[in-house]
């Protein structure tokens, strides 16, 4: 009890000071309120005696509730082990970018024991997943990296100081007391700070912020607004999954990778893996890549009305391509509202029970058809955004439109989701949901 009220007592002198200063703590010493798990499991980011503690299991990130443009941010921090590696993100998107789990966003580095030519482990400075800087002096390998002009980093186990100043796209990082670090021309310059985890155990403290005048930058320069999303699979295991019997060891977590070898033994149904929730309308983001081996194989031709290109004898008409697999997304518990994921051409989020359904009114069939191919090279990763208002469903592949409000009739007004086996290795990653009602 003395201990705990000891905490208090040092929480509440820190609030008055950085309150006197122009500072204002991220983080109050007792539990993650203004964070946001974005990509990890409920452990890997927890408060223990006043400290932010970080597993540093799964990768991911935990990132503030508010966006951020010109500011001082003031943090320590402290590496568990040896070789430990971690990161402070600014001017972060919301999310992780597709088949990844980090976020566009410019790093600070924060590593232990590792130190070249190419990089430090005393406050490096680089542009992540699209994010881009000019790095001051030029890295000595072309890298877009900038390197401390000095190593003032204290080694494993002791307390570091950081103190970032972001003013306009100009960065410079203080460590423990003198400015190492320099870039410019940050794009983005506004957005969301995330902690990183990436395999060390590290704590923080001390985290607080002085925001400075801002410049109201353009939409181009300026992360997207966070629209709501929690995560449905947190790179440590199952949970929130129907982890079937006959499915251990073939639907594997896999840190932000979930993992499918296409070989489940369960019964049924139950070879797919089905979240516990049921769901009515919502907007979904699934990353996904068959990343088996391509073959040839021979594939229907699929045109705009549903149906399929015949030949003179009312065969169909057949072209080859690299087919890697199969798999799909299940929505409201039903197998024929399935968001395919595969290699034809006519390309992948068409719905394929409604489609293939000749007692579907055209209007039906045709809306259940893609707009357009919008598929990356066969192994390479994809993002599916899904919208279910109703019967009403709406497919975003890569960013563009491939299914506009087609309506599903007999589409179940409520249902779990799930991810499909068919019998071929699929990967699924940054599995996210925003229930609408």
């Known amino acids: 009890m003395k201990k705990y009220f000891m905490i208090l007592a040092a929480i509440f002198l820190s609030l008055s000071v950085h309150a006197q200063e122009g500072f204002i703590p991220l983080f109050n010493g007792v539990d993650l309120v203004g964070w946001v798990n974005v990509n990890c499991a409920p452990e890997t980011w927890t408060v223990r005696d006043g ?36 990161g402070l993100f600014i001017h972060s998107e919301p999310l992780p970018v597709t088949g990844k789990p980090f976020t566009k966003s410019i790093e600070i580095q924060i590593l232990t024991d590792r130190d070249t030519d190419n990089y430090t482990s005393h406050g490096d400075m680089f542009g992540i997943q699209g994010a881009t800087m000019a790095p001051w002096p030029l890295h000595p390998a072309g890298w877009m990296r900038s390197l401390p002009q000095a190593r003032r980093a204290r080694p494993t186990g002791e307390w570091n100081h950081y103190r970032v100043e972001s003013r306009d796209g100009i960065l410079t990082l203080a460590v423990n007391g ?88 369960a019964d049924g149904e139950d070879v797919h893996l089905w979240t516990q929730q049921h769901f009515r309308n919502f907007i979904l983001i699934v990353d996904w890549r068959l990343p088996g081996e391509p073959r040839v194989d021979n594939v229907p031709v699929v045109l705009p009305d549903g149906s ?16 890697a697999g199969d798999s799909g997304i299940y929505l409201r518990g039903s197998s024929k509202a399935q968001i395919n994921i595969w290699n034809w051409p006519v390309g992948s989020g068409e ?53 506009h409000k087609a309506r599903l009739p007999g589409l179940p007004d409520t249902g779990p989701i799930a991810l499909q086996h068919h019998g071929d290795q699929v990967q699924f990653a940054n599995i996210y949901i925003k229930e609408l009602d």
């Open 308 to 323: 399929t290109l015949k030949d003179a004898d009312g065969d169909e008409v057949t072209i080859p391509v690299l087919d």
């Open 178 to 265: 003198d400015i190492v670090t320099r870039a410019f021309h940050t794009n983005p310059r506004k957005g969301y700070i995330c902690l990183e985890s990436e395999g060390g155990v590290i704590d923080f403290r001390n985290i607080r912020i002085q925001e400075l005048a801002g410049s109201n930058p353009p939409a181009e320069v300026t992360a997207s607004e966070a629209r709501g999303f929690h995560l449905l699979y947190n790179g440590v295991d199952l949970r929130g999954w129907k982890n079937a019997k006959g499915n251990e060891g073939h639907w594997q977590a896999k840190d932000w990778i979930l993992d499918y070898d296409g070989q489940s033994e």
């Open 51 to 86: 400290l932010i503690h970080c597993t540093g299991v799964p990768t991911g990130v935990l990132r503030t509730d508010s966006m951020y443009e010109n500011f001082i941010l003031e943090l320590e921090y402290r590496h568990l082990v040896t070789e430990g590696n971690s």
């Open 351 to 403: 719905i394929w029970g409604y489609r293939t359904d000749a007692q579907m009114p055209p209007e039906v069939r045709r809306a259940a058809t893609p707009i357009q191919n919008a598929d990356n090279p066969v192994g390479e990763w994809n993002r599916f955004e899904i919208t279910v208002i109703g019967d009403e469903v709406t497919v975003l592949l890569n960013d563009k439109m491939v299914i």
